[in-house]
Structure formats: structure tokens, C-alpha cells
């Protein structure tokens, strides 16, 4: 049984990857290009900026470096901040399916990170009480910071998403701590989904704003790929891989309802859009680019979904990765994300028998 750092190495390609790094690569140029002399903080989800397996194995040709190459290849790229949540450091939540700790696993991100970019990326715990932190909490932020790391301590919002009045306001992100970059392209990563990366570029283009300082945001996305159904086993896929923490695809109701057409998108992007709306419409100037995002799809630069040369391979591989991502929740003890493969597997088949793709091997998976 593979692990979830694990790749699959396929005789055939289902994916255009010199195409994908061609086309990611000249978006994020051209949304960087949008804030002239200011800066643009570059979100990348899921904890895979170095390598993605995930991705690696549901899109047949995809690299696993690929971020990290796009980046590289980007010369602004010169910082990066690697998020982490408080309520993860006090769990001890797991990261994968070796049995590493997180401070572990953590550290050793951070690492190959520092290697892979020859950049040192400064680390942001989110989620931090603002009353006294606990001894696991206080020893955790002494460790990394031993190791030689800043760290960027944000903090815990009442109710955050739903309080915009109190989130927009000193006692909201005005009480964080403000990383000042230098250069105009921020890298916004973390240990794993759920880290806190969205909401520290938003505390950031909050101070940023403060300090008269002209920023946006954009996402650098993979999953859900915004043009494919939300049925689709590559989308399902996602789900599978986030059910331990809840996240599930939705129609993004903001692209919908502004530009009247169906995108993918994902739960917690849709339900904290209106904190960036707010963020926008009280503190940006009006010729900022980030007046011109009105959705979190519009907020996102993902170029996937063009790069696809066989859909049915991918949906094949994608239906595979549902199976073995319930295997690891069977051993872990996950019971809700134990269900949820199983009906997500179960609409993965009905979409490919729809299109008379081949399941017979899928079945008694």
C-alpha cells in the first residue's frame, strides 16, 4: 500500500505538463503586473509547494515539482511565509500517513523548503490566543525560532469569518503581527490544508493598506479546477483528500451571480470571499486590481484544467486515489471521512458510466 507522499510512475500522460508550466507561468506574471510598484501575496494551498503527490497521481504526466520550478522561475520570487495553526500545533494533528509528529514533519518542510528555494521562509502561527498561550504552544514557537526561523505570531478573531465590522479593525487584524516584506512577489504557503494561509494574506493586505502600501492577492490553484463539473472524479478527488477536515466543493455563487457562469470552488474560499470584498471595498484605492475580483474564482490563477489530454484516464486515476484515501482514513480510525470516500467514490463511478468510460477494474475497488 502506498503512503500519501507517494507517486505513481505511469507508462502513458494524461496531462500537458510543458503546457501547464507555460501557462501557470505567464499567469502569474500577468497578475503580478497588475500592482505596479506594490507587492501581490501568492497563496499556494494544501501544503504541496515542493512536491504533490497528490496531484501526481490523479493527472497522469503531472510533476510533482512543478510549483517549485514555476517559481523559481519567476525572478521575484524572494519570500515566503509558511503558515501553521495553533490548533494544529495543540492537536498534534498528522500530516500524513507515516506516523511523523507534526513538529517533525514541520521542520522538515521547512528545511527542504529553505534548500529547494535558497530562501528562508518566515513562520506564521495563526490562530494564537490572545490571552496566555498554552506550554505545548509557548515550546513549539521557542523550537522553530531556535532552529533560526522568524516567527509572525496572528491571532485568534472571535467568530472569524462572520465578524467583518470587528475582523477589519484594530482588534481584528490591526492587533497581528506585520511581517514588512521587501519584494514584490510574497509566496503564502503552509504545513497543510487549513493552515492559515488565506487569512494571513488578507491580515497582510489589511496592514499593508495601513502602511499605504498598494498589494493584492491571488491564489495559485490546483483543486477543484474551477472549469471541470463539481462532479468530476479530479474534483471529487480533492474532497476525498480534505475530508478529514470537512472541505467539500461548492458552485462558487459569487462568479455565478457576477459573470453568470458555473465555476468549481471549494467551501472555505466561497464562505470567507466576503472578508476580502469588505477588505477591498473600505481600504483599497479604487484604481487597485483587486477591485476588478468578484469571486473567489476570479481570485484564483489555476491553468489545469487546459492542460487535460485524456479526461478519462484522469478520471480512472482520480476514482483510485478515492480508494486509497479511505484505506488511510480506515487506518487512522476516521469514520465520517471513511463515509464520505464512499459515497464520493460512488458519484465518481456514476459520472464515468455517463460517459461510458471503462470502471470494470474500479469496481471491486
Not at 32 to 59: M, Q, S, T, V, W
Amino acid at each position: 500500500m502506498i503512503t500519501s507522499k507517494d507517486i505513481i510512475e505511469y507508462s502513458y500522460e494524461a496531462f500537458d505538463n510543458a503546457l501547464y508550466l507555460k501557462k501557470q507561468s505567464e499567469r502569474i506574471l500577468s497578475r503580478l503586473e497588475k500592482f505596479p510598484g506594490g507587492k501581490l501575496y501568492l497563496e499556494i494551498g494544501g501544503g504541496k509547494l515542493l512536491h504533490d503527490p497528490h496531484a501526481a497521481r490523479i493527472l497522469p504526466g503531472f510533476k510533482p515539482d512543478n510549483k517549485i520550478q514555476i517559481l523559481k522561475s519567476i525572478k521575484n520570487f524572494t519570500e515566503i511565509l509558511f503558515c501553521l495553526s495553533a490548533k494544529d500545533i495543540e492537536d498534534e494533528r498528522m500530516l500524513n500517513s507515516s506516523g511523523e509528529s507534526y513538529y517533525d514533519v514541520v521542520v522538515n518542510r521547512l528545511a527542504k523548503l529553505h534548500e529547494s528555494s535558497t530562501i528562508k521562509p518566515v513562520v506564521v502561527i495563526g490562530l494564537y490566543p490572545t490571552g496566555e498561550a498554552s506550554e505545548k504552544l509557548a515550546n513549539f514557537k521557542i523550537a522553530i525560532q531556535e532552529l533560526g526561523y522568524k516567527v509572525v505570531i496572528k491571532y485568534e478573531i472571535a467568530n472569524y469569518p462572520k465578524q467583518l465590522d470587528l475582523i477589519i479593525s484594530e482588534e481584528g487584524f490591526g492587533k497581528d503581527e506585520y511581517f514588512k516584506t521587501n519584494k514584490s512577489l510574497i509566496v503564502v504557503t503552509g504545513a497543510a490544508s487549513n493552515s492559515g494561509k488565506q487569512s494571513t494574506c488578507l491580515s497582510q493586505l489589511y496592514l499593508d493598506q495601513k502602511n499605504s502600501i498598494n498589494s493584492g492577492y491571488s491564489k495559485f490553484e490546483l483543486f477543484p479546477i474551477w472549469n471541470l463539473p463539481i462532479d468530476h472524479p479530479i474534483n471529487l478527488a480533492y474532497e476525498a483528500a480534505t475530508a478529514d477536515i470537512g472541505d467539500f466543493n461548492v458552485i462558487d455563487k459569487f462568479h455565478l451571480d457576477f459573470h453568470n457562469k458555473k465555476t468549481t470552488n471549494y467551501n472555505r474560499d466561497v464562505d470567507s470571499f466576503p472578508i476580502l470584498k469588505g477588505i477591498i471595498n473600505r481600504l483599497v484605492d479604487k484604481d487597485n486590481f483587486m477591485q476588478d475580483i468578484h469571486s473567489p474564482t476570479d481570485m484564483g490563477i489555476n491553468s489545469s484544467g487546459i492542460c487535460i489530454t485524456n479526461d478519462q484516464e484522469c478520471c480512472h486515476a482520480s476514482t483510485l486515489e478515492i480508494d486509497r484515501r479511505k484505506q488511510w482514513y480506515v487506518e487512522l480510525g476516521e469514520e465520517e471521512a471513511i463515509r464520505k470516500c464512499a459515497a464520493l467514490k460512488n458519484i465518481a463511478l456514476k459520472y464515468m458510466k455517463e460517459r461510458a468510460y471503462s470502471t470494470e477494474d474500479l469496481l471491486t475497488q
